[in-house]
């Protein structure tokens, strides 16, 4: 096989590099498919904030001018000065399940990053953590969601067999809701809210939210900051991520906790599971693909855990039995049976704990490799 590997420098190649996976996971029912605008929003230099500190390449893989494999090089600033590393990151890779694309792509991505000085790689990563990151090693039979990286079981062989090594792991549950509120953790929330002054926001329109949207994110770079490779939000990363959500959230499903000063110091965002709906989309909300989303917010008994933060303060004081009580009112108010927590990192035994009052399943798991540079 003879690869030629070209760099993406134009819309038309960023629209290839984009669409090469819609072909490579056709007809497989665990992958759910990206919003193609939401892509091009997160790879475009002029429209994604995260290049005010990032750099990045992109490479598309040719056999016979069919598109075989994809990758983009990604070295973040921030993330290096915050960590003292002189580490590229690699993320969107997609391949055929072929050695010589496999090698091809990051062939090139390692000779990059020498060029740019860098020490190391490793991934999948993407800008930021807000983007999907980990490679799937375990639940290829497991349904993704919607913002989740989907892998064939191939790909962690082409990786170990290269040279890559296990750098951080994160885990997923998939839990059941159950039908009553568990009557320890309605206590526990009773007790907390009490004992540190802390109230729930109540709203009922998601307007209602907007005036404590850049609070939560503030929330998110405090209690962020110790884990695995996390980098503090901009102001305009955050004002992006505030236009691009929260006008369609469900209140019901994003409990936000406040102080005496009605100040934010913990929240939890939940939605109802979008992952059937992206795939009847196959990428795109018009002109149809909006109803599918619009009958999966409406009617679902599948929800997916998306953030949950607590101010460090209040860390290990019981907040987060105000958050799961919370939601688990709201997913029996809506009948939802079964809940993904998305990604966890493997060592955060915080987070885990709050499962052990569900029946739940680990079902997933995620791993970032690394790679030394000689």
Wanted: with cysteine; charged share 30%.
């Amino acid at each position: 096989m003879s690869i030629q590997l070209k760099e993406v420098t134009t819309k038309s190649d960023l629209k290839k590099f984009i669409c090469f996976q819609f072909e490579l996971y056709k007809g497989n029912k665990y992958w759910v498919p990206p919003l193609i605008f939401d892509e091009f929003k997160t790879l475009s230099k002029e429209k994604n904030p995260a290049f005010d500190f990032c750099e990045a390449k992109y490479w598309l893989a040719y056999n016979n001018n069919k598109i075989v494999g994809r990758i983009a090089g990604i070295i973040n600033k921030s993330y290096n000065e915050r960590w003292n590393q002189k580490a590229a990151r690699f993320g969107w890779i997609d391949f055929i399940d072929d050695a010589e694309v496999f090698k091809s792509l990051m062939n090139e991505l390692e000779k990059w990053a020498k060029e740019k000085g860098m020490e190391k790689i490793h991934g999948p990563l993407g800008f930021t953590d807000f983007d999907g990151e980990g490679m799937l090693i375990e639940g290829f039979e497991e349904l993704s969601t919607f913002g989740s990286i989907y892998n064939y079981p191939y790909y962690p062989k082409h990786m170990e067999i290269n040279g890559f090594e296990k750098d951080v792991d994160w885990i997923e549950y998939s839990v059941n809701v159950g039908s009553t509120i568990k009557e320890k953790i309605a206590r526990i929330a009773d007790e907390v809210a009490k004992r540190n002054n802390l109230h729930l926001l109540k709203v009922k329109k998601s307007k209602e939210m907007l005036p404590y949207a850049r609070e939560i994110f503030y929330v998110i770079n405090k209690a962020y900051k110790p884990l695995y490779g996390f980098v503090e939000l901009t102001d305009k990363q955050i004002d992006m991520y505030v236009k691009a959500y929260f006008g369609f959230i469900k209140p019901d499903y994003v409990p936000v906790i406040l102080d005496e000063q009605n100040r934010v110091v913990a929240f939890g965002i939940t939605m109802p599971s979008l992952s059937v709906a992206m795939q009847k989309c196959n990428g795109s909300l018009f002109p149809f693909g909006f109803i599918h989303v619009l009958k999966a917010m409406r009617n679902n008994p599948y929800a997916d855990l998306y953030l949950t933060a607590v101010l460090p303060e209040l860390q290990n004081k019981g907040v987060n039995a105000m958050l799961i009580n919370e939601m688990n009112k709201v997913f029996i108010r809506n009948k939802i049976t079964k809940v993904e927590t998305n990604r966890e990192l493997e060592l955060n035994s915080k987070i885990q704990a709050q499962w052990r009052f569900f029946d739940s399943r680990l079902h997933k798991r995620r791993r970032c490799y690394e790679k030394r540079l000689d």
